[in-house]
């Protein structure tokens, strides 16, 4: 959504979001929404409204408050918004962490039919991919992994995978083993966790490629393996969201 000429404004629901390059620019942005708000009698309530400055320099905007018409807002490192946690530093460990635990609660409600001897495992890999892997996988498209998380989401699925296939009778020594990531590849048959991530990854690129500049662009994610190397905003240090 445009404001002030520019594509600066995302809104979904009662979520809305400010963005823009500086502190000077978000006060702009936000004296001009407020300016909109009232002319549909509509008011911005200061205790609920957060900003965040997001740059790798931790110090920025120490020195600066967003103070609009008396109000003004208190600044966070971190914030939820449409279900994924954001932070200062872009870090997204924090938000696959979120993910797991909620994956993991979604995993022990169900685990009692993965575990079944009456249910096929066909019908246990769809519960899988309808009602596990979802919730993990949200917001998967604007996730840039780095080895550490691929990590700790193969062992994730590795997890529930031998749930499903339960451990096998070893042939020669007769007893029960777990079975190994080279057997649950081969049962599963099926792209691993971090092969469908990657995947969406380009299948979301291409919707934007496919936007055209007439959209206009705010930001890109991008990095090499340093966890820090997340976010590039065009033209400017840091990113800051209200």
Known sequence: MKLNGTYQLLAYADYVNILGGSIHTLKENAEALVAATRQIELEIIADKTKYMVMSRDQNAGRNHNVRINNST???VEEFKYLGTTLTNQNFISEEIKSRLRLGNACYHSVQNLLSSRLL?????????????LPVVLYGCETRLLILREE???RVFENMVLRRIFRPRRDEVTGEWRRLHKEELND?????????VIKSRRMRWA???????EERGRIG??????????????????????L
């Open 151 to 153: 990590r700790k989401l």
């Open 206 to 212: 291409g919707h934007v490629a496919r936007v055209g």
């Open 120 to 132: 096929f495992k066909n019908l246990k890999i769809k519960i899988y991919r309808i009602i596990i």
């Open 73 to 75: 807002f208190e600044r």
């Open 187 to 195: 049962l599963y048959s099926s792209p691993n966790i971090v092969r």
């Open 220 to 241: 890109s994610w991008w990095g090499n393996r340093r966890e820090r190397d997340h976010w590039g905003d065009l033209g400017v240090d840091g990113c800051i969201i």
